[in-house]
T-cell receptor, first 114, second 113 residues
Framework: DAGVIQSPRHEVTEMGQEVTLRCKPI?????LFWYRQTMMRGLELLIY????????DSGMPEDRFSAKMPNASFSTLKIQPSEPRDSAVYFC????????????FGSGTRLTVV | AQTVTQSQPEMSVQEAETVTLSCTYD???????LFWYKQPPSRQMILVIR??????QNATENRFSVNFQKAAKSFSLKISDSQLGDTAMYFC??????????FGTGTRLAVRP
């Protein structure tokens, strides 16, 4: 099992540009989560999906952020337009469902907006 | 809403010694799960240990063990025989009947040679 795969690992972009982060969850996991990690705010849940359906997007900071999960093996997090305050590490995680299994995290994408 | 509190921003321990990281949480639920995650400088989030609230026996994984006190809503992590590779951020996390995992703010652990 290759684990949760995120791409790119690093992204540097200019303010105002569109950024797309990608995630491939573990096969068979039916829940997928997007987190953002910063020094100031720690780990914040942005949105999560269950069976490809968005369940809770209350953590999405504003309309510039959007996330999709068109199928069970792929999800994207898009920021348009990007701003310097969006600079952070973005993690994707997947889980086989509720209960004791916890999450398996991807390696994260470090986003820098200049 | 559930909250998870880690009151120790930083800890330090001598190699081969034992260290305990603290975690408390707040919930009105009876059935839930608790986790400790490790984040080394590589930034990968690694599950260290988990505990089901309905189990009285404390979970153990090799050198890692927990002290789960349900009535006190406390879930501390003990690392025995600390190794240099244990240097990392450690996050306590809580999950109830839903999907969401709520994390604490983390404790940065440094293992000194």
């Amino acid at each position: 099992d290759a684990g949760v795969i995120q791409s790119p690992r690093h992204e540097v972009t200019e303010m105002g540009q569109e950024v797309t982060l990608r995630c491939k969850p573990i096969s068979g996991h039916n829940s997928l989560f997007w987190y953002r990690q910063t020094m100031m705010r720690g780990l914040e849940l942005l949105i999560y999906f269950n069976n490809n359906v968005p369940i809770d997007d209350s953590g999405m900071p504003e309309d510039r952020f959007s996330a999709k999960m068109p199928n069970a093996s792929f999800s994207t997090l898009k920021i348009q337009p990007s701003e310097p305050r969006d600079s952070a590490v973005y993690f994707c995680a997947s889980s086989p469902g509720t209960g004791p299994m916890g999450y398996t995290f991807g390696s994260g994408t470090r986003l820098t907006v200049v | 809403a559930q909250t998870v509190t880690q009151s120790q921003p930083e800890m330090s321990v001598q190699e081969a010694e034992t260290v305990t990281l603290s975690c408390t949480y707040d919930t009105s639920e009876n059935n839930y799960y608790l986790f400790w995650y490790k984040q080394p400088p590589s930034r990968q989030m690694i599950l260290v240990i988990r505990q089901e609230a309905y189990k009285q026996q404390n979970a153990t994984e090799n050198r890692f063990s927990v002290n789960f006190q349900k009535a006190a809503k406390s879930f501390s992590l003990k690392i025995s025989d600390s190794q240099l590779g244990d240097t990392a951020m450690y996050f306590c996390a809580f999950r109830s009947s839903g999907d969401k995992l709520t994390f604490g703010t983390g404790t940065r652990l440094a293992v000194r040679p």
